[in-house]
């Protein structure tokens, strides 16, 4: 019943920008913790970004400072504002969402709602 659908990802230099989003429905988007993963090839699914139902937000400490998750819960649309890129956050992204973790939210296996994911390519 839920998807989501990412969008948004493409080829920018290092230093660039870019501004992923990612389109849900078949849910309420305020009653959802929403966040943002990425995997690249030969590397495990690690997370990126989440927002919090109450609004909240927490970082990987990889990203922190550089990206920015936001929503728009009347829109049903959540958002990945990223900056200052480097060539290691080369990767698929993926959005998620969840109601009720099923072990803790930094891993992938938490979640159980996915997108289909964005290809975000850095070049140096």
């Known amino acids: 019943q839920v998807q989501l659908v990412e969008s948004g990802g493409g080829l920018v230099q290092a230093g660039g920008s870019l501004r992923l989003s990612c389109a849900a429905s078949g849910l309420i988007l305020r009653t959802y913790v929403m966040a943002w993963f990425r995997q690249a090839p030969g590397k495990e699914r690690e997370f990126v970004t989440i927002t919090w139902s109450g609004g909240s937000t927490s970082y990987a400490d990889s990203v922190k400072g550089r990206f920015t998750i936001s929503r728009d819960n009347a829109k049903n649309r959540v958002y990945l504002q990223m900056n200052s890129l480097k060539p290691e956050d080369t990767a698929v992204y993926y959005c998620?969402?969840?109601?009720?973790?099923?072990?803790?939210?930094?891993?992938?296996?938490?979640?159980?709602?996915w997108g289909q994911g964005t290809q975000v390519t850095v070049s140096s």
């Open positions: 998620a969402a969840e109601r009720s973790f099923v072990g803790s939210y930094y891993t992938s296996a938490a979640w159980r709602n």
